[in-house]
């Protein structure tokens, strides 16, 4: 098994060469006549005018079958066999029951309140308007629904401060075919969210196309304060770290926690920069590889688009490579275990944290310093904490990278402890 591996890892690492080099030589084309047939096209797409966007997914079921059904199943209704366990799955999974801790560490926004799971791509657009968390503005709907780009071409910068509930009222779409395909459903992927377009440029290699059409909407995002402009903070880089330095750098905090004082981040669904760099994605495997593998269903083989747990299609997400798909899935939970609980582990050590660093604020004279000092070291362990909490692969994207934030998170956790205790 080791062996086979190591000879596909040769292999892979030769192709990831040649794409490589395929990709420079997309970058330098200047006239797109002269593009060989087999380099593919930038894939941003030209925005068609507003009337001519086709934006149900229902308009493209006759020519694509197959696709179509499969992706209705992100619904996963009246289809009892696709049901998993403790994964996921039809109905919300209310994370404030199952981590306690959350409450106390999310205390003054409304994740404390409310924070189901994520649920399929059919279920977008009901969600967002469902959820009892205040939404600052129509840019909450920049990844639930396929009018999105519609909105931006009608409203530009404008839409961005729009009211939430009155913009929300003219939309009927969830996400669809238009998001990653714009009219061209088949040709490349087009990217669609004005955010990701901007966040490209930041970038020093241009994801595949199956990991871009995913960072459209799975990353960290932040609103700007002044336009509420969804703008993707990797001006720095897209590292854990980087992304922090990017705050930093700008003072921007999501709120203040009320008990202590500390400004902190709120981390949304950094996927793709969790992802980037694991042993997967040096192989060159896209997001779209294992979420929605290629699958041969009465005779024809299609793309799936049920961008589901990959566990559900373990033969065809992972089977190429991993032959003994038990082990593999084996293998995969002991992961997400290990860093679940390793997440809990540091929850509960900032929980400790806020409620003697609360005590301590009450009961006696900190100084300024002393204030600062603990402000910072609250921030960069919750920071820690909530990157790995909140990337939706409990640690599988990239196990290493998680645990390393969870062992810093938890060392800052630690020193901050440690004054305290000096403290008293
Ligand atoms: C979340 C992004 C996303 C959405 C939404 C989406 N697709 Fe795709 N589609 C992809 C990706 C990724 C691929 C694989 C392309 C690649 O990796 O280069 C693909 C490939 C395809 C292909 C070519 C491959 C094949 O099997 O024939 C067709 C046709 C297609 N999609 C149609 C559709 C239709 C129709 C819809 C709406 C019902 C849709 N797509 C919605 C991301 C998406
Ligand atoms: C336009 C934005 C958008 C794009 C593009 C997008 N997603 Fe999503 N995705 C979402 C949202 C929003 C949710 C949560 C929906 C909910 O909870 O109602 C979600 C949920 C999911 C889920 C969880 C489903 C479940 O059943 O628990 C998976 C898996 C997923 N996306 C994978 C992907 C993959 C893979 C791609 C790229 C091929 C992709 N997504 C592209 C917005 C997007
Ligand atoms: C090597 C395969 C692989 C690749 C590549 C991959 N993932 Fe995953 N992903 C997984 C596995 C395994 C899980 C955990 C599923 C589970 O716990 O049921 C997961 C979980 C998820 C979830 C939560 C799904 C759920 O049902 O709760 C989302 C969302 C997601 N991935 C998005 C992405 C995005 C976006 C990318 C690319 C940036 C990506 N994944 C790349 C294998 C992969
Ligand atoms: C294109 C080949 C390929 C595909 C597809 C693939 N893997 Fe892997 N995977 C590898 C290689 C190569 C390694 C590194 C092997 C090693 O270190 O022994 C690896 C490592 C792993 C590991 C070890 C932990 C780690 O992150 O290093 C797990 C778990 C794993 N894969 C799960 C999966 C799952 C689950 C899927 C499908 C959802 C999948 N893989 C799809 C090639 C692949």
Redesign the pocket.
Known sequence: MKRYINTLLVFVMVLTLVLTNIGCARQQEETPEETPEEVPQRPLGEVPAPEDMILEAAHWQEEYPMIYESFLRTSRMGDNTVE?ST??GLHPVDYLEKYPNIKILYDGIGFSKEYF??RGHYYSLEDVINTARPKPGASCLACKTADYEKLFVEHGQDLFTLDFHETVQGIENAISCYNCHRNEPGENIQVTAPHLTVGLTKLQQEPSPG?MA??QC?VEYYFDPETREVVLPWDNGIGIEEIEAYFDERDFYDWKHPRTGTPLIKVQ?P??EM??GSV??RMG???A???MPTVEEEGETYTSHWA????KTVEE??GRCHTDTEAIIAE?EEI?REIDAMQVEVSGMIVQLIEDFATALDERNLDEDTVEKLWDLHRKAQYRWDFVMVE???G??HAAKAREALEQAKDFAQQALDILAEQQ
């Open positions: 998993d994964l996921g799971v994520a990991t995913c960072a799975h669904h996927e793709f992802y980037t997967h994605d495997i896209s997001c590889d294992c979420h589901k747990s990959p566990l997400s992972c995969t997400q939706n692969s409990t599988f994207h």
